[in-house]
């Protein structure tokens, strides 16, 4: 008897141990278990109960418990491979609206020159042409046979006239082939303005794709996180002597609770003092109270990346930095510029986890890199300026935690630098 009560107690230590590490697993429910529970086509506790009066039915029922957990599972990875798919596919589609926007502007800035420099062709051209057709009403030929005396001035005048006449023409030449250039950069810029609009159509759609998928995938993890716990606690039932299992889930399912404030708790005063360092060493500090027009700095930090064309530091491609990146301490408060209306709040690729508002009259931002967990708006939701939106990150391509913020009129991106300097903020 001694022996088996001690051959026991290891036993029992163990299967303590696996029930504690099922309930205090970082997929425990937000909710309650009573609520998961009732979820279609999960079993209760009393279901779990039952199985145990047969060995039949008790292997069934661990045979449907795995099942179950074997498909959270792999919905929930499914749904996150596609949401960071849709995200990608976004980022794409958006990086190359910007960069076809960008060569478009700047066609469009070579034709206005060259549209310039051709006025100026054709205006000098028409002032030789004036001077030409007055120097020809005077006959210099008759003027030669009727004053003979005079006649070596009268060459002298022929020979300037000439080569007048062919100074003329070289500018008329010159004129006309800048007027072909200043056509023809017209021309491709006016092309490359109508391709914008096809690009921006597939940007917005995949945006919202992205956000589609971004949603599906909470979905799905959510649902992992509230059935997880509880059917791998169901399975500790099954196939152990273990008492009170239900009871401990619940307690688990407290301690989860608890454990997810206090985090919450220790992150708000985190990002508290991170924003407190950054407005005090790095470069100035974010949010506040707006200025007249409406704007407010979206973070604190100095800038370390500015607008244009780039090695980027994750790729190490050139191509396009269509933001600017502002750099406080990880987890410091992101705020919203100005006020507006959250159109995206997910997984943006190479954005990272990406927050963007519709500001009104055509102008939207855009806060990318935010920490996994940091978004804390929605899509639909009012946003006034100044009010954290979310926390500052290092996810998707990046190298360290910082704010990419872009600034968007009509969708394409403009420098946030002088944007935001006409309305009296400096980042």
Same mark, same amino acid.
């Given at each position: 008897m ?9 036993r ?24 998961a ?7 209760s ?6 199985a145990?009066?047969s ?7 661990v ?8 498909d ?7 749904a ?18 910007d ?12 034709? =206005?020159?060259?549209e ?9 051209a ?12 005077? =006959? ?6 009727t004053?003979p ?5 009268l ?10 006449s ?5 500018i008329?030449s ?14 491709r ?13 597939a940007?917005q759609?995949?945006?919202q ?10 979905t ?38 608890a ?5 919450e708790a ?5 990002a508290?003092?991170?924003a ?7 470069g100035?500090?974010?949010?506040g109270t ?11 930090g100095?800038?370390?990346s ?5 090695? =980027? ?6 191509a ?32 990272g ?5 519709d500001?009104?009259?055509g ?19 009012h ?7 979310a926390?500052?990150?290092?996810t998707?391509?990046?190298?360290g ?7 968007r ?7 946030p ?11």
């Amino acid at each position: 008897m001694s022996k088996s009560l001690t051959s026991l107690r290891p036993r029992r230590r163990v299967i303590a141990a696996a029930v504690a590490v099922v309930l205090t697993a970082g997929a425990l429910a937000a909710v309650g278990p009573v609520a998961a529970a009732s979820a279609a086509g999960y079993p209760s506790w009393s279901d779990v109960e039952q199985a145990k009066a047969s060995k039949d039915a008790q292997q069934a029922k661990v045979t449907e418990i795995k099942a179950l957990l074997d498909d959270l599972t792999s919905k929930a990875s499914a749904a996150r491979a596609s949401a960071a798919a849709a995200g990608k596919a976004y980022q794409d589609a958006q990086t190359k609206y910007d960069a076809a926007t960008l060569e478009q502007q700047t066609l469009q800035g070579q034709a =206005d020159e060259a549209e310039r420099t051709a006025k100026q062709s054709e205006a000098q051209a028409g002032q030789l042409a004036a001077q030409l057709g007055r120097a020809s009403a005077n =006959d210099v030929t008759t003027d030669i046979l009727t004053h003979p005396s005079a006649s070596g001035d009268l060459l002298y005048e022929l020979g300037a006239m000439s080569k007048l006449s062919e100074q003329a023409d070289g500018i008329y030449s010159q004129a006309s082939q800048d007027r072909g250039v200043a056509q023809g950069l017209a021309d491709r810029a006016e092309q490359a303005k109508e391709a914008l609009g096809a690009l921006a159509d597939a940007a917005q759609a995949k945006m919202q794709a992205a956000q589609d998928a971004a949603d599906r995938a909470q979905t799905a993890v959510d649902a992992e996180a509230d059935n997880k716990a509880r059917l791998e606690a169901q399975l500790t039932l099954l196939t152990t002597n273990a008492k009170n299992v239900e009871a401990a889930y619940d307690k688990g399912v407290a301690a989860e609770k608890a454990r997810r404030a206090a985090a919450e708790a220790a992150a708000a005063r985190q990002a508290a003092a991170a924003a407190k360092a950054s407005a005090t060493t790095q470069g100035g500090s974010g949010g506040g109270t707006p200025n007249s027009s409406g704007w407010v700095r979206p973070a604190g930090g100095y800038q370390t990346s500015p607008y244009g064309y780039r090695v =980027d530091p994750y790729t190490h491609y050139r191509a396009l930095h269509a933001g600017v990146d502002l750099a406080p301490a990880c987890y410091a408060p992101i705020y919203a510029a100005h006020s507006g209306t959250v159109t995206f709040a997910a997984n943006g690729g190479g954005y990272g986890n990406e927050v963007v508002l519709d500001n009104g009259g055509g102008i939207s931002t855009a806060y990318g890199h935010i920490v996994d967990g940091g978004i804390l708006v929605s899509v639909g939701q009012h946003v006034e300026a100044g009010q954290q939106i979310a926390k500052i990150g290092s996810t998707g391509w990046s190298t360290g935690c910082h704010l990419h913020f872009e600034t968007r009129v009509n969708g394409s991106a403009v420098d946030p630098v002088p944007f935001m300097a006409a309305r009296g903020i400096s980042v």
